[in-house]
């Protein structure tokens, strides 16, 4: 049986990769260029390179997790990189945290120029063209360095005791995304709303921006983390006490309807109470820590929706992890 090389499966596999940035860069752009009336300036360059450093962050996070899954199970020809090594520099630039760090800056960078050189007509719509070519050319560096590090990844140490651990790094991720989507939003009048909290108007404005903020955060959940959790188990970054619970069953049991009727409802009376507070105590908060309160049912739930989700693509996962003998005998590349 002939298996792809290494370079002719990421052609193949590029295609959609770039298609997934476009798509990605395009809803998230398209947001924040909404958000700011359709008109971007020098002071947008810095969250606009925020949001682009968090999309590259989110594509590379666990992308040694699932090159070590494709290596083990060897459907791809790895002898490209037979004798390279990857130095202690790369190791360190190409860690997620710090080469999305070093991102953010190149993306700021980028799109102020891009604005000031053609501002305003076409920053927005140059900027949602050139940004993905920018984050694949910097996602395959990153793929390239962590092929480079399979040899010497696998831990002797547990990097993640449990999902909630794991969970949390997407949380933040997510949640700054968010924040920095929304931000053009503070400067509209109908979101300042100091001395006008306790209206229905008010209220109903703030229910309907964190149920768009959800349903673009639940919609990037629909992505397998099977394999990836499947890589982390063959690296020991994980084990198989890493999700042994699933939490709130009797809440999970309920179709995604009902579960999304409650959280409106949740939601509605949430913010309709800080309002009421806001307005007896008359105290004026930056936008973003107010969209942060009101925002708060909705991240909880979103907190427990990834965590059912990926319980159940670990629990696939070591199935898959515990069967591997059998996987082994019965695929005809070993």
Same mark, same amino acid.
């Given at each position: 049986?002939?298996?792809?090389?290494?370079?002719?499966?990421?052609?193949?596999?590029?295609?959609?990769?770039?298609?997934?940035?476009?798509?990605?860069?395009?809803?998230?752009?398209?947001?924040?260029?909404?958000?700011?009336?359709?008109?971007?300036?020098?002071?947008? #360059?810095?969250?606009?390179?925020?949001?682009?450093?968090?999309?590259? @962050?989110?594509?590379?996070? *666990?992308?040694?997790?699932?090159?070590?899954?494709?290596?083990?199970?060897?459907?791809?020809?790895?002898?490209?990189?037979?004798?390279?090594?990857?130095? =202690?520099?790369?190791?360190?630039?190409?860690?997620?945290?710090?080469?999305?760090?070093?991102?953010?800056?190149?993306?700021?960078?980028? !799109?102020?120029?891009?604005? /000031?050189?053609? &501002? =305003? #007509?076409? #920053?927005?719509?140059?900027?949602?063209?050139?940004?993905?070519?920018?984050?694949?050319?910097?996602?395959?560096?990153?793929?390239?360095? &962590?092929?480079?590090?399979?040899?010497?990844?696998?831990?002797?140490?547990?990097?993640?005791?449990?999902?909630?651990? &794991?969970?949390?790094?997407?949380?933040?991720?997510?949640?700054?995304?968010?924040?920095?989507?929304?931000?053009?939003?503070? *400067?509209?009048?109908?979101? *300042?709303? @100091?001395?006008? @909290?306790?209206?229905?108007?008010?209220?109903?404005?703030?229910?309907?921006?964190?149920?768009?903020?959800?349903?673009?955060?639940?919609?990037?959940?629909?992505?397998?983390?099977?394999?990836?959790?499947?890589?982390?188990?063959?690296?020991?970054?994980?084990?198989?006490?890493? !999700?042994?619970?699933? =939490?709130?069953?009797?809440?999970?049991?309920?179709?995604?309807?009902?579960?999304?009727?409650?959280? !409106?409802?949740?939601?509605?009376?949430?913010?309709?109470?800080?309002?009421?507070?806001?307005?007896? !105590?008359?105290?004026?908060?930056?936008?973003?820590?107010?969209?942060?309160?009101?925002?708060?049912?909705?991240?909880? &739930?979103?907190? @427990?929706?990834?965590?059912?989700?990926?319980?159940?693509?670990?629990? /696939?996962?070591? *199935?898959?992890?515990?069967?591997?003998?059998?996987?082994?005998?019965?695929?005809?590349?070993?």
């Amino acid at each position: 049986m002939m298996i792809p090389d290494y370079l002719t499966f990421i052609r193949f596999q590029d295609k959609r990769n770039i298609l997934f940035f476009y798509i990605v860069t395009l809803v998230l752009l398209g947001f924040y260029w909404r958000n700011a009336d359709f008109t971007l300036s020098l002071r947008d #360059a810095g969250f606009i390179g925020g949001i682009c450093a968090l999309v590259f @962050y989110n594509v590379i996070s *666990d992308l040694k997790a699932y090159w070590a899954y494709k290596c083990v199970i060897k459907n791809i020809d790895f002898s490209y990189f037979k004798g390279k090594a990857c130095g =202690p520099k790369e190791r360190l630039f190409t860690h997620p945290l710090i080469a999305a760090a070093l991102s953010s800056f190149i993306f700021a960078l980028y !799109s102020a120029g891009l604005i /000031m050189l053609i &501002y =305003p #007509a076409g #920053a927005a719509i140059s900027l949602a063209v050139s940004v993905p070519p920018v984050i694949y050319a910097l996602f395959s560096v990153a793929r390239h360095s &962590y092929l480079k590090q399979m040899p010497t990844s696998v831990v002797e140490k547990v990097r993640y005791k449990n999902l909630s651990q &794991y969970l949390l790094l997407a949380v933040v991720a997510s949640t700054a995304l968010s924040l920095l989507t929304i931000i053009p939003l503070r *400067d509209k009048a109908q979101f *300042d709303l @100091y001395g006008n @909290y306790f209206t229905l108007k008010s209220i109903i404005t703030m229910c309907i921006l964190c149920a768009v903020v959800l349903a673009v955060n639940l919609l990037f959940l629909c992505f397998t983390k099977r394999y990836v959790f499947l890589g982390r188990l063959f690296l020991n970054e994980i084990n198989l006490f890493f !999700s042994p619970v699933l =939490p709130l069953r009797a809440l999970y049991a309920k179709p995604l309807w009902q579960r999304l009727i409650l959280l !409106s409802v949740v939601e509605f009376s949430w913010v309709s109470f800080l309002c009421l507070v806001m307005m007896l !105590s008359a105290i004026k908060i930056w936008f973003e820590v107010w969209f942060l309160l009101c925002y708060t049912p909705c991240l909880i &739930y979103y907190y @427990y929706h990834a965590y059912w989700r990926w319980h159940n693509d670990f629990m /696939m996962s070591c *199935d898959m992890y515990l069967r591997w003998d059998e996987i082994k005998k019965k695929s005809g590349v070993w």
